[in-house]
């Protein structure tokens, strides 16, 4: 199975239904849902998850979401040498420097799947948007079995 993080904005995308991101974030989360790929996520992106959501809904609603992000997601640890490689990083976004060595820490994440792209040049992960990613899965039928196709 391919294994995926999904960085806070493409979560964002989905949840918010921003456009014209939103379907291409649904989707991923979908086939997350159906078990097509494994999408993983930190403690980190949820909380940044929880106080976005919770800007413009209930707390009740807002927790609700982090729920069923929670059960589709598998959340990987952030550790201390995750926090110290960040730190002395070239990265210009601490978090998503947090994000990048929890992932290469953990071993077992491919892709990460994102809009910032610019903000993991130096990944030795591929990283890509949501339609791409959707793309490549497409074009490697024999790679993954893809839901729907």
Do not use: W
Not at 55 to 67: E, G, L
């Amino acid at each position: 199975m391919i294994n995926v993080l999904i960085d806070t904005d493409v979560l964002i995308d989905s949840c918010f239904q921003r456009q014209p991101f939103a379907a291409d974030s649904t989707k991923l989360l979908e086939l997350c849902e159906l078990g097509t790929i494994q999408g993983f996520t930190t403690p980190l992106l949820m909380s940044n998850l929880y106080y976005l959501i919770r800007r413009a809904n209930t707390h009740q609603i807002t927790i609700s979401t982090v729920k069923k992000l929670s059960q589709i997601l598998t959340i990987i640890p952030v550790s201390k040498n995750s926090i110290s490689q960040a730190i002395e990083s070239t990265f210009t976004d601490f978090e998503d420097a947090i994000q990048y060595f929890t992932c290469m820490e953990h071993g077992d994440v491919q892709f990460i799947i994102t809009r910032n792209k610019k903000d993991y040049q130096n990944s030795a992960l591929a990283v890509m948007t949501p339609t791409e990613f959707l793309a490549h899965l497409s074009q490697n039928p024999l790679h993954y079995r893809v839901a729907g196709t």
